[in-house]
């Protein structure tokens, strides 16, 4: 079992919630997580089985009754009538860590949650696998550039484009490089089609539309939204595509990255980036198999980009580091007109980190030189992130960081 970061954090509020909510995609393992972490004597239930659902559904005073807390309910999302009768059951025992739920669709769960749980629960996002957990340091601190000397990578550029493809879902780890197709499609057809028909009723697209809708998705990761592109391409309208985005969203499939939009800043284009949320999923669905198949694929690129921006957002939000997170793009003017660009921006506290991402192994300091579009009094250390052989530096405030050290 790989150690998760997020433990200790579910732990550390379960002490103070009498609820916690775990949410994330479909086999991120958020259940085999919270069983790990289960004490003695706490209740498993999951909604997947039709009976349980049934009676969570029709008399949820008896689904209480079968199953007593402390109690952990998947997939809760499949049965809003239980949120009532959690609520009686919490505002009558002032004891902590009462009930776990999960669930992998996580607007309708917040609604439910918001209209009857409100200051009774504690939310947690679980993700695919990071790369400091398959390292085996799960407790690696969220990244914030900073240099203390020359650190060689801990993944050669070989071992890191493999995880680049392998993605981060825990039981693709286990299973053979040939069945691993084989599985995407399964995840595909029967977790994520299967619960979003499930939960939103006849979307009007089958398995193999709804695939060909992903597969065009992800050849525009890293890429700013175009619904209207989209949908001619889907042959879908753009209203559809928005709902099938906005979905996909939900489930934790991919990650929109809001465009910077700070009052100091002028001519930005205020359309989100989308971003696979697992690399894995997104090779899969264009195809690329391996490394020789990622190094020669002409999305590579942004392909790595997605990585190590779900990386690094990955990364804070494991560690309850609850910075804001962006991309910069402004149009320029003048001799060199164009548009300045900056993959990610992390700010916190007003101080705002510029991060410029290359697959590349030898980078210079003229790949940081929309940097400066950032004002000096909110510009904290910029970063490369790169397929550099070591940790170094470029210049006094422009670290050159290998992605797998994030």
């Known amino acids: 079992m790989i150690e998760r970061t997020i ?7 379960s002490d103070d919630f009498k609820v916690l909510l775990v949410t994330g995609a479909r086999q991120v393992g958020k259940t085999t997580l919270l069983k790990m972490l289960c004490e003695n004597g706490r209740t498993y239930i999951t ?7 049934d009676l969570a559904k029709t008399d949820p005073e ?12 998947d997939e809760v999302q499949r049965a809003p009538e239980l949120m009532i009768k959690i609520k009686e059951i919490v505002d009558s025992d002032n004891r902590k860590n009462q009930i ?42 969220s990244f914030y550039p900073s240099f203390d000397g020359r650190e060689a990578a801990l993944w050669d550029y070989k071992e890191t484009i493999e995880n680049v493809v392998l993605g981060g879902y825990p039981e693709l780890q286990y299973i053979k490089k ?6 995407f499609h399964s995840y595909i ?50 209203y559809k595509a928005k709902i099938l985005v906005s979905l996909l969203v939900s489930y934790g499939i991919i990650y929109l990255l809001p465009a910077y939009a700070g009052n100091t800043l002028k001519s930005l284009t205020k359309t989100p980036r989308m971003h696979f949320t697992d690399t894995g999923l997104c090779c899969n669905l264009l195809g690329i198999e391996d490394v020789d198949g990622f190094i020669k694929h002409p999305l590579s690129g942004r392909i790595f980009e997605s990585y190590v921006v ?15 997170f962006y991309y910069y793009r402004e149009e320029t003017k003048g001799k060199g007109s164009g548009q300045a660009e900056i993959d990610l921006l992390k700010e916190k506290n007003g101080i705002i980190y510029p991060i410029e991402i290359k697959m590349n192994a030898s980078p210079v300091s003229r790949m940081a030189k929309w ?16 397929m550099n052989k070591e940790k170094t530096l470029l210049g006094k405030d422009l670290l050159v960081l290998p992605a797998s050290m994030i």
């Open 7 to 13: 433990s200790r954090r579910i732990l550390s509020l």
């Open 47 to 53: 909604l997947d089985d039709k009976s349980s659902l």
């Open 62 to 73: 008896a689904f209480f009754l079968l199953n007593p807390v402390p109690c952990m309910i």
């Open 100 to 141: 776990w739920l999960t669930g992998s669709q996580k607007p309708r769960l917040i609604r439910h949650i918001s209209e009857t749980l409100a200051g009774r629960v504690a939310e947690i996002d679980v993700f695919p696998l990071s790369q400091a957990e398959k390292q085996g340091d799960p407790y690696r601190l």
């Open 178 to 183: 040939a069945n691993r197709a084989d599985w």
């Open 189 to 238: 057809s029967t977790y994520l089609l299967g619960d979003i028909l499930y939960e939103e009723g006849d979307i009007g697209i089958g398995i193999t539309d709804f695939r060909h809708f992903l597969m065009i998705l992800a050849a525009r990761t890293a890429e700013p939204v175009n619904y209207s592109a989209i949908a001619a391409e889907s042959g879908l309208t753009a």
């Open 310 to 324: 779900g990386e690094v957002v990955r990364n804070a939000v494991n560690n309850a580091d609850f910075a804001s």
């Open 371 to 386: 940097f400066s579009s950032i004002p000096e009094d909110r510009r904290g250390m910029g970063t490369i992130i790169c």
